[in-house]
């Protein structure tokens, strides 16, 4: 098959390669989203996490030259938003939902400050597992050139959904998110425990920053981020509270940002302002089929705000 | 009284300690803080000047706020002033081109009206969404406003398109009549009014009617509510409605105040800063107009620091964030100043 | 039908209505000689980040040419939103910086330049588009390129360069002058190889990182191997180009070092005419309100070329500019087609390529495009 007479199979293959590339930082931010909300808070700011590791991943990787000391740097950033936004919810009578708008703000706002001088120079970008090297053709390898931080994100999930069950820690986190009282009759610190859970959450979304701008598309703009961030919770009401569930939503997200693009290079055009709001039309008609006035979603941590 | 007193002390303290965090972040940028706020007080409060064109980044930023603020008093977290806006924003211009030979005064009021009843039918959603099916109000306003950006572009980009607007893809134009000038003397258009009106407007019907008692015993105590009989399906749908109404007659303002038709110059944030305004004004409609105009002169002496200091216009927001946080943080501090206890009520 | 009768008035048009030199100065005069002892303040408002390799980029090189010019200040504000702020930071930068000349150089300012300009008869406001029309005020200016020009010597390049015989346009919004543009990219590209096809994508958004990577990936799988984008910012439609091993053009400023190997050549403003205005201003010297044109008039410009391109297509694309620069060259002769099959030029028909009417009229693909305009005709 010549590359030039892919057509619709190229839609496909670009829906898969689409859904690889693009996936990668829902992934990471729902994961992000999953853990804190686990321990029973919502954290409505990762969008400003996420921006501020893009900057902070960028600028490191340009100055050092190292794009992996980039990413420590984005995680390291997140981590330390995660744990601003868990002292500030620490403080009694907090809003956690109003202190995540502050963090959006405040974040956005620090990495356009910080990130300016970022804007113009190209930074090393962090290399690709080629996997797509069986195929002769170039659209399927292209699509199987894969980001390390792909495969570190499903590793993520499954670490995650792997302690939630086993571990000591992965109990206590859930303890604390479903009954606060009840944890902390038991002994088990629950302010702490949120604090840990919301700045590890931090952390991964720091990683999906870093993605956006080392991986793909692997540049610093103020409008690298087009509302990443902001998902985070209705990915993670799609995927019920569940670490592997994230890949397989994230995937669905990533995959759908791909199709306007590959539907135009086929000549169907325009509906790709419709198009790209399906995802969240798609979200919305799920809450509402799952939703119920009598008991909370399947899944939901017992002591989140936002499901009560 | 004492609360009033309380609640003004803490937050004015808030701030102070925002401007200070600032300040050192200022200096640890090299920039000398003392010559930055003065540009600050320049730029947003000094001159009658500068004080306009903060009350012109305040009007639309009072409605919006009470967007968020008024479904706060049932209890909800609303964040749709974006989506409602927008909403608001293209039926406005769908009235003024239907109805276009009207008295001119008399199509600025229904052009308004439809831009406010859009806003109100597009948070109600969320309201009715959240009593039948409990959909929790914040997600779901949330991903209406994704929904309300993409149904704005495709309307101005092709079904409502005007095409003689050559450069950016932009909708029909309400008639020129329906448009209002500025205020006289202030130089600061009609929606300053609007605003501060409705302000006032929700603050006495959330203070002195039955309705704003019934609104806040349901989000004071929803069980109480339940067991004394309040239709609290209505009383959400209808706060949810206030408020989205507020946010859409921010739209029709942007239609009929300043573009003369919808297209993305609607979608800039005045939703999203609308958020950080109820908040800061602890969701009290008349605190709204001083926080909105606090905001505003933030956004506004922006433009003056980069051109005096070359500093990122990013700047404000770092500072509106942090002043945001500052205040939520200062929650914590109600009740614990013993300077402001009720007599009598022990610690 | 009502076609040819409208050529003969388009004709008229073309050529009267692309140069409107002002008539009246005299309200403005006496302000501006007390200006004339210290140095005049230029003011710059962009409506995104200055460094964005994009159409902001584009104005920043011009500023910095005007603020060499002596005798000049130059401020600049970044991010200023397209809503009733634009008009305040206009009276902001008069007001309390002393600006005489404005540039506001985003399209959506211009509803704000014509409430704000009759305040401020001293002020002189320049917009980076040809929007100015008989009856709006004297103190304004309007000047932009004719982009299709340079896209149609991008084209001639990919039509040597193209090994598929597949071309790619993303445009960011539905408007005439990114299909003009696209259009000048096929017909240069067809003049070399009558069978190339190009494939049209509009991303719906002026700057959408992920969006624009995406796009360009599904080009490359469709077997496109000439890309060029229509954004604020194409540095990611270069670099993922590059990336995918594929060659790319520039648009608004020169782009050649983000794609040593690929880059071919690209479409570049030259706002830098601004700084005639800017003097014309000090001065009291005469200026046009209206001023669009192409390469005759310098008023846009080609890209450095890129290492891959051979010597003998430079030689080409060089001679075709010169041809455009000496009117011998028309963008729109016919006979021509647009991609749904309809004639939209008979043989024997030419297009003045200063023919405004014409341009802003462009609703249509020309043949060989595949994609569609979404636009009513």
Not at chain 3, 293 to 322: C, H, I, N, W, Y
Request: hydrophobic fraction near 50%; glycine fraction near 12%.
């Amino acid at each position: 098959m010549s590359p030039g007479e892919l057509g619709w199979w190229g839609v496909a293959i670009a829906i898969l390669g689409g859904a690889i590339r693009v996936s990668t930082p829902y992934l990471f931010v729902s994961l992000a989203e999953t853990l804190t909300e686990k321990s029973g808070r919502v954290n409505l700011g990762l969008e400003g996490t996420l921006l501020m590791g893009a900057m902070s991943g960028y600028g490191v990787s340009y100055l050092s030259g190292s794009p992996w000391l980039g990413v420590a740097a984005a995680a390291g950033a997140g981590a330390a938003f995660g744990l601003l936004h868990a002292a500030v919810c620490n403080l009694p009578r907090v809003n956690d939902v109003a202190v995540g708008i502050a963090l959006f703000i405040f974040g956005t706002g620090l990495a356009f400050f910080l990130g300016k001088p970022f804007v113009q120079p190209q930074a090393p970008r962090l290399p690709t597992f080629e996997l797509g090297g069986f195929s002769s053709v170039p659209a399927i390898r292209a699509a199987l050139d894969v980001s390390p931080l792909f495969f570190a994100g499903i590793a993520a999930a499954l670490i995650m959904r792997w302690a939630f069950v086993n571990t000591r820690w992965g109990l206590i986190v859930r303890a604390v998110g479903d009954n606060a009282e009840a944890a902390r009759a038991a002994g088990y610190p629950v302010n702490l425990t949120r604090t840990l859970a919301t700045a590890t959450g931090g952390l991964l979304a720091g990683i999906a920053g870093a993605f956006l701008s080392l991986s793909y598309p692997g540049t610093w703009a103020e409008g690298l981020s087009s509302g990443q961030g902001l998902m985070a919770v209705t990915l993670v009401i799609f995927a019920r509270w569940r670490a592997l569930n994230c890949i397989w939503v994230s995937l669905l997200f990533g995959g759908a940002s791909a199709l306007g693009p590959a539907l135009q290079t086929v000549g169907v055009a325009g509906y790709y302002y419709l198009l790209g709001a399906a995802p969240y039309v798609l979200t919305l008609a799920l809450l509402i089929a799952s939703s119920s006035r009598r008991h909370r979603l399947v899944g939901a941590p017992g002591e989140l705000s936002i499901n009560r | 009284m004492r609360a009033r007193a309380e609640a003004a002390a803490i937050t004015a303290g808030a701030i102070a300690v925002a401007l200070a965090i600032f300040a050192l972040f200022l200096f640890a940028n090299g920039l000398d803080p003392l010559a930055v706020y003065a540009v600050l007080w320049l730029g947003g409060f000094g001159t009658p000047f500068s004080l306009q064109a903060s009350l012109t980044q305040a009007a639309p930023l009072m409605l919006t706020a009470l967007c968020t603020a008024i479904p706060a008093r049932a209890g909800l977290l609303v964040i749709g002033g974006e989506g409602a806006l927008a909403a608001g924003g293209v039926f406005a211009v769908l009235a003024g081109v239907a109805a276009p030979a009207l008295p001119s005064a008399l199509g600025t009021v229904v052009v308004c009206a439809a831009g406010a009843a859009a806003g109100a039918a597009w948070i109600a959603m969320a309201g009715a969404l959240k009593h039948l099916r409990g959909v929790n109000e914040t997600i779901s306003t949330l991903l209406l406003n994704y929904i309300a950006l993409a149904l704005l572009n495709h309307l101005v980009s092709g079904p409502m398109r005007d095409y003689a607007v050559s450069l950016k893809p932009t909708s029909w134009s309400i008639p020129q009549a329906y448009m209002v000038g500025t205020l006289p003397g202030i130089g600061v258009h009609w929606g300053l009014a609007l605003g501060a009106i409705a302000c006032v407007i929700a603050f006495a019907l959330l203070k002195y009617t039955v309705f704003g008692f019934a609104v806040g015993v349901v989000g004071g105590n929803p069980r109480a509510a339940q067991l004394v009989g309040l239709p609290i399906g209505r009383l959400t749908l209808l706060s949810c409605a206030l408020g989205g109404g507020a946010a859409g007659l921010a739209g029709a303002v942007e239609i009929v105040a300043v573009h003369g038709a919808a297209s993305n110059s609607l979608t800039v944030g005045f939703g999203y800063g609308g958020i950080l305004v109820a908040f800061l004004a602890r969701q009290n409609p008349l605190a709204i107009v001083f926080f909105a105009l606090l905001v505003g002169g933030i956004s506004a002496s922006g433009g003056l620091m980069q051109r005096r200091f070359d500093m990122p216009d990013a700047a404000t927001q770092v500072l509106q964030g942090i002043i945001f946080f500052c205040v939520l943080a200062s929650n914590a501090l109600y009740g614990r100043i013993r300077l402001f206890r009720e007599p009598g009520v022990a610690a | 039908m009502t076609r040819s009768t409208r050529n003969s008035r388009r004709q008229f048009l073309g050529t009267a209505g692309n140069v409107i030199a002002a008539a009246g100065l005299a309200s403005a005069l006496p302000l501006l000689a007390r200006a004339q002892a210290k140095p005049m303040t230029v003011g710059f408002l962009y409506t995104g980040v200055r460094q964005d390799y994009g159409w902001n980029q584009a104005h920043v090189v011009a500023a910095r040419q005007i603020a060499k010019l002596d005798g000049v200040k130059l401020i600049e504000q970044e991010n200023v939103p397209e809503t009733a702020e634009a008009e305040k930071v206009m009276e902001s930068m008069i007001r309390l910086d002393g600006a005489r000349v404005l540039f506001p150089t985003s399209f959506g300012y211009w509803p704000f330049i014509m409430k704000t300009a009759p305040k401020y008869p001293e002020v002189l406001f320049v917009h980076a588009g040809g929007l100015w029309k008989d009856g709006d005020p004297k103190n304004t200016i309007g000047y932009r390129g004719y982009m299709e020009e340079p896209h149609y010597l991008c084209g001639i390049t990919a039509g040597h360069m193209s090994k598929t015989g597949k071309i790619g346009f993303i445009g960011a919004k539905p408007v005439y002058f990114i299909f003009n543009n696209c259009n000048g990219f096929i017909l240069g590209a067809r003049s070399i190889n009558p069978k190339i096809t190009c494939q049209v994508v509009i991303t719906g958004d002026w700057n959408n990182p992920v969006k624009e990577a995406e796009t360009v990936n599904s080009l490359v799988d469709q077997g496109v191997d000439v890309i060029v984008g229509n954004c604020d910012s194409p540095k990611v439609v270069i670099e993922t180009a590059e990336r995918r091993g594929v060659y790319s053009c520039g648009y608004h400023t020169d782009l050649s070092a983000l794609a040593p190997k690929g880059f071919l050549t690209g479409a570049e403003w030259n706002w830098g005419k601004g700084a005639d205005f800017v003097r014309a201003w000090q001065t009291q010297g005469p200026y046009p309100n209206l001023l669009r044109g192409g390469f005759k008039r310098d008023m846009v410009k080609l890209s450095p070329f890129g290492a891959a391109v051979p010597e003998r297509v430079r030689t080409e694309v060089l001679q075709a500019r010169q041809a455009m620069a000496d009117d011998r060259l028309a963008l729109y002769h016919g006979p021509l087609k647009d991609n749904e099959g309809n004639t939209i030029l008979k043989a024997g028909e030419t297009i003045g390529n200063e023919d405004n009417q014409f341009k802003l009229g462009v609703k249509f693909l020309v043949e060989g495009a595949i994609g569609k305009t979404g636009l009513a005709r």
